[in-house]
């Protein structure tokens, strides 16, 4: 059927720098280029460029610009060209439109509406460069109280804990999803930097165990890949209850991207679909999350933190209270852009909550209820700098996840076709003539630099405020002030306004 889509893009090619390498033809995976051998010249089908850059970077001679195509539709606040666009591509396909990454649309980033403090005269502050700034954070049950021995040794019984240098950690992205090199660059970084990253839901691969020390491992609905040693080897074991990007969803790897290694990894038959069905089937109560953390700690001899993720949604607050009274160690949750491989494009968009929301009101009523020592809070869904994990530390987080930030260090331009499998950037692939364009060496030392930098720069902002540890940030709203925000965002956020 012929298209009524026109060309996202527009494709130039300068001439008189086209030197017909054909390079653009080799790195496009969505066959935008094309040697046309009767001309002896490259040419482009714009209708299918994504934007991804990759052909722009590689070009030797710097002969490519990618345009976005100014659409000339007449302007409607309400049917906009997206909106027209979704519509036409149904009437072609019948089918659910499926996208990758975070929502796009421009729901409040409350993160841009809050700002930080600084000393100034009083209380001064403090020069990272000339004093010890600590940003060391542990995640795990806190007790009531702690009892010393006369010897000045601890008496109280701590449950386990886990010790990160920076408040980091790099989120559940799935082998599948992505690639094996991927995770191969997110555990090597992890380990140099002394955090964590998370498998996702797809398990783990044999030759990933050594980072074990570094790794949680999920345990989700499909239960892909998991058996007593993939719990074994895990520093965190976390329970996926629900995903920022799609709440309420389960997950498809489409059996193209399943691997004889995916599945070998996954447990399932090379090339079947993976399905994660969208409930837990031994979850319908807080009584059910329960005896599913007790198990696992049972199966782990007590000896790991258990961690539960859900997506932030309407109840978040009273849900979290559930799941701390169900024993969970670190609950975690991820917001309205948190990002996905893949999923229904109506459901990314339009399901959920932002994650600031989200995190104020959970930390209040944990606070309120007396059992905010009980668990530690992680988030994720968004976090882009080091200053959004400031504001989330002031707002009550103890550690953020970071997805789509990682896969931009590794390359990723945020082009949303992660769920087409062709990822030019060789991330969200299993292709392996594709998945060889993340070198792990080079992968594992960007994001190392990544998170060496936003430690850099936590350290910074502390100093400024005047303050040594980012223990005495945590929690501290009075850190905070809003800016542009109505009294009711104020209220929920339970910061006060720019000025007062
Ligand atoms: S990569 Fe650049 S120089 Fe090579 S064919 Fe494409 S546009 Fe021409
Ligand atoms: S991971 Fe790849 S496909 Fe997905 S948004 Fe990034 S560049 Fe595009």
Known sequence: MKTYLPAKFLIERDPERCIRCQVCVNQCTFDSHYYDAEDD???????????????????????????????DYRDNYNWRPEVIEDIIRQAETGGVLLTGMGDDKGQRIYWDHLVLNASQVTNPS???????????????????????????????E?????????????????????????????????????????????????KLYKYGSN???????????????YLDVARVVEIKIGQGAKPGIGGHLPGEKVSLEVSMTRMIPQGTDALSPAPQ???????????LVWALKEATNYTKPVSVKIAAVHNSAAIASGMVRAGADIIVLDGLRGSTGAAPKIIRDNVGIP??????????????????????IVVSGGIRNSGDVAKAIALGADAVYIGTAALIALGCTV??????????????TTDLALTRRVNPD???????????????????????????????????????????????????????????
């Open 126 to 156: 403090i020069d990272p460069l000339r004093e010890p700034m600590e940003l060391t954070t542990y995640l795990g049950q806190k007790p009531e109280r702690v009892e010393l021995h006369a010897d000045l040794s601890l008496k109280t």
């Open 281 to 291: 089937h031994d979850i319908y109560s807080i009584e059910d999350l329960a005896q």
């Open 41 to 71: 010249e490259v040419r482009s089908y714009e209708e299918s460029c994504v934007g991804c850059h990759r052909c722009v970077l590689f070009c030797p001679t710097k002969a490519l610009t990618i345009r976005s195509n100014p659409l």
């Open 355 to 376: 994650i600031e929301m989200a995190l104020a009101s959970v930390d209040s009523r944990l606070r309120q209820e007396g059992i905010r020592n009980q668990t530690s």
């Open 442 to 500: 080079i992968g594992a030392r960007r994001l190392a630099n990544l998170l060496r930098g936003w430690s850099l720069e936590l350290k910074d902002i502390l100093g400024g405020m005047g303050v040594n540890a980012l223990e005495s940030l945590r929690g501290n709203r009075f850190h905070l002030r809003g800016v542009g925000l109505t009294d009711t965002e104020l209220e929920i956020l339970g910061v006060r306004m720019a000025g007062s």
């Open 215 to 229: 790794t949680i491992v999920q345990v989700a609905s499909g239960r892909f890949g998991v058996h007593p040693e």
């Open 158 to 206: 701590l449950a386990p804990q886990v010790r990160l240098e920076v408040p980091v950690m790099f989120a559940a992205m799935s082998y599948g999803a992505v690639s094996l090199n991927v995770h191969e660059s997110l555990a090597r970084a992890a380990t140099e930097m002394g955090t964590l990253w998370n498998t996702g839901e797809g398990g783990l691969h044999p």
């Open 415 to 428: 082009c949303q076709q992660c769920h087409t499998g062709k990822c030019a950037w060789g991330i969200c």
